[in-house]
C-alpha cells in the first residue's frame, strides 16, 4: 500500500525552526517530485515548496522564499522541509504530496495535480 507520512511538526516561538519529514512507504519516491503543501483554518490548500525527483530543481513559494529549505535523500525514501525564521503566518497542518507522472521540465504546483499525499502535521508557531 502507498503511503506518505510526515513528522515533525509541533510548536515553536516565532524565529524558530522545525525540520518536517515526508516518509515514503510502499513505493519508492525515485521517480516521484515531491510537493509540500499547507493548509490554515478557513483557508485554501496551498503549495510550499517542490522538489524534482533527482533534486535538482526545487521550487518554493514567495511567503517561504529564503526561509524554508526542500531536499530529498532518495537513499532513505525521505523528502525534508527545513522550516527556518518560522512567523504566526505559518501555522497550519502541513503535508506532503507525490506526483507520480512529473514533467520533464518545471514542476507542477496545483494540488490536484498531486497522486499521493499524507496524513498531515501540525505547525504551530505561537509565543
Known amino acids: 500500500q502507498l503511503q506518505l507520512v510526515e513528522s515533525g511538526g509541533g510548536l515553536v516561538q516565532p524565529g524558530g525552526s522545525l525540520r518536517l519529514s515526508c516518509a515514503a512507504s510502499?513505493?519508492?519516491?525515485?521517480?516521484?517530485?515531491i510537493g509540500w503543501f499547507r493548509q490554515a483554518p478557513g483557508k485554501e490548500r496551498e503549495g510550499v515548496s517542490f522538489?524534482?525527483?533527482?533534486?535538482?530543481?526545487?521550487n518554493y513559494a514567495h511567503s517561504v522564499n529564503g526561509r524554508f529549505t526542500i531536499s530529498r535523500d532518495n537513499a532513505k525514501n525521505t523528502v525534508y522541509l527545513q522550516m527556518n525564521s518560522l512567523e504566526p503566518e505559518d501555522t497550519a497542518v502541513y503535508y506532503c504530496a507525490a506526483d507520480e507522472s512529473p514533467p520533464a521540465n518545471g514542476l507542477r504546483v496545483g494540488p490536484s495535480e498531486y497522486d499521493y499525499w499524507g496524513q498531515g502535521t501540525q505547525v504551530t508557531v505561537s509565543s
Open positions: 522538489i524534482s525527483s533527482s533534486g535538482g530543481s526545487t
Open positions: 510502499g513505493f519508492t519516491l525515485d521517480y516521484y517530485a
